[in-house]
């Protein structure tokens, strides 16, 4: 088993920065990553980032791209997210999950992770 806990969200606005952090605990050594997803009202979570423990895989959405920073602590098993450049469509619930299968073809689909946190309110203000 593997738990997650996000924190770091909040109310900020647009054009600014914060800085989610996901703590790992319980049988960190058998995942490959942390993924970083965002859930807007009505809408199915949608993929963000993700940071493979061995540095093997980084991977952002288009919309992340150059604005957002994955990284990854393996001492203290936490993967940060840290977000830029703040727009009110990034507005969500930022959850953290965690995934065991090795298939970087698919590291951005929600289906393969198996353990999820209870995520993080993120508010963009106009």
């Known amino acids: 088993q593997v738990r997650l806990v996000e924190s770091g969200g909040g109310l900020v606005q647009a054009g600014g920065s914060l800085r989610l952090s996901c703590s790992a605990s319980?049988?960190?050594?058998?995942?490959?990553?942390l993924g970083w997803f965002c859930q807007q009202p009505g809408k199915e979570r949608e993929f963000v980032a993700t940071?493979?423990?061995?540095?093997?895989?980084?991977l952002y959405s288009d919309s992340a791209k150059g604005r957002f920073t994955v990284s990854g602590d393996n001492a203290s098993d936490t993967v940060y997210l840290q977000m830029n450049k703040l727009k009110p469509d990034d507005t969500g619930v930022y959850y953290c999950a965690a995934t065991l299968a090795r298939i970087p073809s698919v590291i951005n689909k929600s289906f393969i992770y198996s353990y999820w946190g209870r995520g993080t309110q993120v508010t963009v203000s106009s």
């Open positions: 940071f493979a423990w061995d540095g093997s895989t980084i």
């Open positions: 319980g049988t960190t050594s058998d995942t490959y990553a």
